[in-house]
């Protein structure tokens, strides 16, 4: 059941963990201009609100400095995305950077530390201790969750790069997580502030934020791939991490592949459906709507200008002009991991040779291996690899002063590789699987920029790189086939000035104008409007630990208690009881559907007052229904949505006056039967004036796609036919027209008023789709046929808290029932004795 109360409920997943440091909290003021006497009377513009920027690492680097009076001296490090993301932001925004200090500092943590870099660089730093963030970032992070996002399942050594889940390590990252929140709570103004994450390391602290702060406006970009639900879904605590992204209100992704994966998992996972409205993706999760966005993150055009322009490169580029003249120079600039495939990109240079000698002599590849981020044996397996084929390949085509694959495995400066860049005609990308991979776009720039740039280029780019759906003028290859990409090569070679020159221009163009300030803009953006609704609504927080979620619902929405509708019940004389059975009386999850002995009594109870009309209004059968409540002789039934109606048990049914012409049945069951053959797990289901397809039990994304196939053949075969096509949870329904439930509670109340008695008490209790229309026939007067009298009591109740027409709700079936007791334990003008019951269900929530 839900819970009411979920303070500190989070601290218990990380309950066996070394306690934190609690340095003094900082709180972070605002300072607010007020005009003075002699300023103009015309208000200023308020300020746009604070960006509080969150990041594994702070944007910062650190040198040994023993003048410091914290041994190091600091400086920005502007080739980090998350300090060139405030190029797009509002000129006049603060933004704040939260994250751990450079790894040669941590040892610095310190109160005064702190107050120097907020002050300083506006920089808060998270102090983790040492044996914690080894375990967060080198254990869970590096050697679980990495390989796994970038499809590297846990079954190989771990010496391979790859670990077994370990629930300790899991623990050392909801700790490292939770410090994070705790970081953040000292210094956020949840109602101004927006809140931007970034990447895997913090995927549990959104759940943290949101279980602080309900209405805190929260952004996640996920720099790295998302992979396929199928190796997501391999991860034992995959519902904990899906349910933290969707505790975001705007989650960030590279790639459309990326999110449909995403969607894809919470659709597996959690049974969540996206829907796209103006270009824009929503899921729509516990009454609030996450949004999804898909963008690659660009260059910092400005910084890299800046770079190429500068005398020490243009330099350098003379240089390596200079050693590789009467080259055919290709470069590559990758990290040292498992993922980068430099041995693949190695053997591939060496196909080229053996399949095309007349670059012998001629084609050279530049590698750069940047440092590797991480540490452990695969990141050494991946160098001693790296040297082993370049070595053959050097040895096998060498020759003097000519040596075919260069690695440089050195510190690299940024004006050294703009060189190598500016200088090489062909740029090889060849990863297996990537996500931020900004080397393509800074080859394109370099290219282009500066008096001497050619200003015509080649790409050989992997198809598995967050980038490659951008740059379409690239030579897109199989990392894994050595003979493509070599032949790729080739190409790259062999290509014609012109042609090269109008694959760069398209490229340059969109770099250009898809920066890192077009991104973070557009990012901001997006934020802002999905947060937009935070305050028109109220928000309830439930679930325990990292189940924990936040429950968005209309201000006056509020839960339905029985002290609040007795005194109505009481004091009226003709009243309407509506009660939807599957989900509002009946636990949804119970196998056995027959109604227990215990709702039986409630609802005998409440016919026997003749001021009560009670009905089940159901899309079940008529035949089952009377079946099961057959031992309620007053009860009324509304069957298949309202189609067949009876008063009481030995009333006759009536079909609401239609005519019973079901011919189009004749016409849908072949379609519906088409679709049934085609889509494992999917039946149909035959009722007197409805036919109804399912696919509960398809798989979720195949059976979403079928529904809206067979939808729209229906809707076309179907056309001239007096049914509607509706679809609904799972399901998909072909119902005569003018059959709903909303239209068989109007046709009841015009009944009753039609007697003599209009229904000055109404109480309606539901669950699903279905039910929203009885809920709108009776809080919305001017949308229904039936005009109540203005004195009337009306109590529209929705099972579950979420989004509905229903003004009041309940938590589930259990609530309704003793709802429904208090209601019969109500004394009337007569006294009657109070009833007892004990509920009890087969099959409990």
């Avoid at 009411?4 to 909290?25: F, G, I």
């Avoid at 914290?70 to 000129?91: K, M």
């Avoid at 309900?214 to 879904?233: D, M, N, T, W, Y």
């Avoid at 068989?744 to 008490?761: Q, V």
Wanted: hydrophobic share 40%; aromatic share 8%.
């Amino acid at each position: 059941m839900p819970s009411l109360s979920c303070h500190n409920l989070l601290d218990l997943a990380a309950a066996d963990e070394v306690p934190l440091p609690s340095p003094t909290p900082l709180r972070l003021l605002r300072v607010m201009s007020v005009a003075s006497p002699t300023s103009p009377t015309s208000p200023s513009p308020p300020a746009p609100p604070r960006r509080v920027i969150v990041s594994h690492r702070l944007p910062l680097r650190a040198a040994p400095d023993p003048a410091s009076p914290f041994g190091f001296s600091f400086s920005v490090d502007a080739g980090t995305v998350a300090y060139q993301l405030r190029s797009g932001l509002p000129a006049n925004a603060t933004v704040l950077h939260i994250g751990t200090l450079p790894p040669a500092a941590t040892e610095a943590a310190s109160d005064e530390l702190s107050n120097y870099l907020v002050a300083n660089f506006s920089c808060l730093p998270v102090y983790l201790p040492s044996d914690l963030h080894r375990r967060f970032y080198h254990g869970f992070c590096k050697h679980y969750l990495w390989p796994l996002l970038h499809y590297l399942l846990p079954l190989t050594p771990s010496s391979l790069g790859g670990l077994p889940f370990d629930r300790t390590l899991y623990h050392s990252f909801l700790s490292a997580n939770r410090a994070f929140a705790d970081r953040i709570t000292e210094v956020l103004t949840p109602d101004e502030d927006l809140v931007w994450i970034h990447d895997y390391h913090l995927l549990a602290l959104p759940t943290f934020l949101r279980k602080r702060f309900p209405r805190a406006k929260v952004g996640f970009f996920l720099h790295s791939p998302f992979p396929s639900s199928e190796i997501f879904r391999t991860i034992p605590v995959r519902e904990d991490l899906v349910r933290a992204l969707l505790n975001a209100d705007l989650v960030g992704f590279h790639t459309f592949d990326y999110a449909r994966h995403f969607m894809s998992a919470c659709s597996r996972l959690l049974g969540l459906d996206y829907q796209s409205k103006r270009g824009y993706i929503g899921i729509e999760y516990y009454g609030r709507t996450v949004t999804v966005k898909i963008l690659p993150v660009g260059i910092d055009m400005g910084q890299l200008r800046s770079v190429v322009s500068a005398p020490e490169t243009g330099e350098v580029v003379r240089q390596v002009a200079e050693a590789y003249k009467g080259r055919r120079l290709m470069v590559g600039v990758d990290d040292v991991d498992l993922f980068k495939g430099i041995g693949l990109k190695f053997l591939a240079m060496e196909q080229l040779l053996v399949e095309h000698p007349e670059l012998r002599g001629r084609a050279v590849l530049v590698q750069i291996a940047n440092p590797a981020r991480s540490e452990g044996r695969d990141v050494q397996g991946v160098q001693d690899e790296a040297r082993a084929i370049s070595a053959r390949v050097n040895a096998r085509f060498g020759s003097p002063g000519y040596t075919p694959v260069v690695l440089i495995n050195r510190p690299v400066t940024a004006h050294e590789k703009a060189a190598y860049y500016a200088a090489a005609e062909c740029c090889v990308v060849n990863a297996v699987r990537d996500g931020l991979n900004r080397i393509p776009y800074t080859y394109t720039v370099c290219r282009q920029e500066g008096d001497d740039a050619p200003k015509r280029s080649v790409i050989v780019l992997s198809e598995f790189v967050g980038c490659s759906p951008s740059l379409s003028g690239a030579i897109r290859v199989n990392p894994w086939s050595v003979e493509s990409v070599a032949e790729a090569m080739n190409a790259a070679l062999q290509m014609s000035v012109a042609e090269q020159r109008l694959r760069h221009e398209k490229h340059y163009r969109y770099v250009s104008s898809h920066d890192v300030a077009y991104w973070a803009r557009s990012f901001d953006q997006d934020l802002q409007r999905a947060c937009k609704d935070h305050f028109s609504r109220r928000h309830w927080g439930i679930g325990f630990g990292m189940s924990f979620k936040v429950v968005a619902l209309g201000p006056n929405f509020r839960r339905l208690s029985v002290e609040h509708i007795v005194p109505s019940y009481r004091r009226t004389d003709s009243r309407l009881i509506l009660l939807d059975y599957d989900g509002t009386v009946m636990p949804e999850n119970s196998i056995d559907k027959t109604p227990s002995s215990e709702i039986i009594s409630v609802l005998n109870l409440l016919c026997e007052d003749p001021k009560n009309r009670v009905f089940i209004v159901s899309g079940r059968g008529k035949d089952e229904l009377s079946k099961w409540f057959a031992p309620c002789e007053k009860l009324g039934i509304a069957a298949e949505h309202g189609y067949f109606t009876r008063w009481s048990r030995d009333a006759p049914w009536d079909t609401l006056g239609l005519a019973a012409d079901f011919d189009w049945k004749k016409t849908a069951e072949p379609v519906m039967q088409l679709y049934t053959e085609a889509t494992d797990g999917s039946y149909i289901e035959q009722k007197e004036s409805a036919i109804v397809w399912h696919h509960h039990d398809a798989d979720p994304d195949f059976g979403s796609c079928q529904a809206k196939e067979l939808l729209d053949h229906l809707e076309n075969v179907l056309a001239n036919e007096p049914v509607v096509v509706k679809r609904g949870q799972h399901i998909v329904e072909v119902n005569p027209q003018g059959i709903s439930k909303g239209v068989a509670a109007e046709s009841l109340m015009s009944s009753m008023i039609k007697t003599g008695k209009p229904p000055d008490f109404v109480l309606c209790i539901g669950d699903d789709r279905s039910d929203e229309d009885m809920f709108e026939s009776i809080v919305c007067p001017s949308n229904s046929s039936v005009k109540l009298p203005a004195t009337s009591e009306v109590f529209a109740c929705t099972v579950g808290k979420k989004p509905s027409m229903a003004k009041y709700y309940l938590d589930d079936t259990v609530d309704v029932i003793k709802m429904l007791q208090g209601l019969a334990n109500a004394p009337s003008q007569r006294p009657r004795p109070a009833v007892q019951l004990r509920v009890s269900f087969e099959g409990s929530l």
